[in-house]
């Protein structure tokens, strides 16, 4: 085992230089040590003014995203052990604005997520002396999976049609919107679907598979978009046949 | 998309890389996927060279005739060999894709992926049998 590693840090200090540059530092290797970890010693010991975004290091914040040697990674569940002999690169997110080093600008994906209504919506709210909504474990199985997201974009940074066509929904918010409309106590999935079925939605996607390979969370938003294709291949057919019936 | 992502006057400074036209060649899962996409000219070869056929079958004997002996030059038939393999590479890829479009379920459970990738097998089986059950029936 090595006792240090290096790491390739990119680096884009817009004040003073008008394309990203990369800086190397020598870091102490452990084994027990994740991406994130070496981050943190270049910020405390050697250089103060790297930036980048963490916040809980157990992959559950989804802040923590990087392009880690080339791949989309939640730097705090990459471990550098796995990058032996090094060096390590680290550049910011891809497709995304850069803002400074490591930061990139999530503000689009923001603008998409609301887009999708990524909330319980009810025709008529029942009254409060009704008592809760109910669900069945098998209710709640359905959907369960679409909703370990955590936002962390790194499916939108593997996804070669975001980055060609930066207007496309993307992979996270389509899923967040099956996620909503799976759940039994939602009422709005043909609203979704509606949005969905715009320009910029699910038929943008060209199924390339990636988005639930880089997912750290096991929440498959290549399948959701598929299953989205397919709901509004059915609702199309179905207002062409009853158009009356399908509203 | 376009409410809320432009400049302002306090914006950030933003980097925005370009994405390179060789973005396929940068992982062999992408350059997977495009040949994936491509094998759809096959397909498209193979409908129109059926559309051909059914032309020249209402036209009489004679141009059904004239049309199985231009099939059988060395160039269509080498053009038919890289045809079958780029079919072949589009319909196996398609059958292991299925199960993401599809998630049924039966008796509360979903149905096993492996499940919904052999069916298509068998269909494709099934219809295979078919069309040599047609071709050699005399």
């Not at chain 1, 369960?144 to 997201?149: A, L, W």
């Not at chain 2, 072949?88 to 398609?94: D, E, G, K, R, V």
Request: aromatic share 14%.
């Amino acid at each position: 085992m090595p006792e240090t590693i290096q790491l390739e840090v990119a680096r884009y200090r817009p004040e003073n230089e008008s394309t990203p540059t990369t800086q190397r530092y020598e870091v102490p290797f452990r084994k027990d040590w994740v991406v994130l970890d070496a981050l943190n010693y270049i910020k405390d010991r050697l250089d103060g003014s790297l930036s980048y975004r963490w916040s809980c290091r157990m992959g559950v914040c989804g802040s923590c995203s990087m392009m880690v040697n080339g791949k989309p990674k939640l730097t705090c569940a990459a471990f550098l052990s796995d990058f032996v002999p090094g060096p390590v690169r680290v550049e910011p997110l891809s497709y995304f604005p850069i803002v400074r080093d490591l930061v990139v600008d999530l503000t689009e994906f923001l603008y998409k997520l609301k887009k999708v209504k990524p909330w319980i919506i009810r025709e008529e709210e029942k009254p409060l002396e009704e008592g809760e909504y109910r669900q069945t474990p098998e209710q709640l199985d359905h959907y369960k999976q679409f909703s370990m997201c955590i936002n962390c974009v790194l499916c939108y940074a593997a996804c070669p049609v975001y980055g060609l066509e930066g207007s496309f929904i993307g992979p996270a918010a389509i899923a967040l919107a099956e996620r909503y409309s799976r759940d039994s106590r939602d009422q709005a999935a043909l609203e979704r679907l509606e949005i969905l079925s715009e320009e910029d939605g699910m038929w943008q996607c060209t199924f390339v598979g990636e988005c639930t390979k880089a997912c750290p969370k096991g929440v498959d938003p290549e399948g959701a978009i598929q299953q989205y294709k397919l709901a509004g291949a059915v609702h199309w057919f179905k207002s062409l046949l009853l158009p009356k019936a399908a509203k | 998309m376009s409410e809320g992502t432009g400049h302002t006057p306090f914006h950030p400074k933003w980097y925005r890389r370009r994405v390179s036209v060789w973005w396929w060649l940068e992982s062999w899962t992408y350059a997977r996927f495009v040949l994936r996409e491509i094998t759809s000219v096959a397909v498209a070869f193979f409908a129109l060279v059926m559309l051909w056929q059914l032309r020249a079958l209402a036209e009489g004997p004679e141009a059904y005739a004239r049309f199985f002996a231009r099939l059988q030059s060395p160039w269509f038939l080498l053009l038919h060999g890289v045809a079958l393999v780029f079919i072949l590479y589009h319909s196996l890829t398609w059958f292991h894709l299925a199960p993401k479009a599809m998630s049924l379920r039966l008796g509360g459970r979903r149905v096993p992926d492996a499940a919904i990738v052999a069916m298509n097998y068998l269909m494709w089986l099934a219809a295979s049998g078919f069309v040599v059950w047609l071709a050699l029936r005399g």
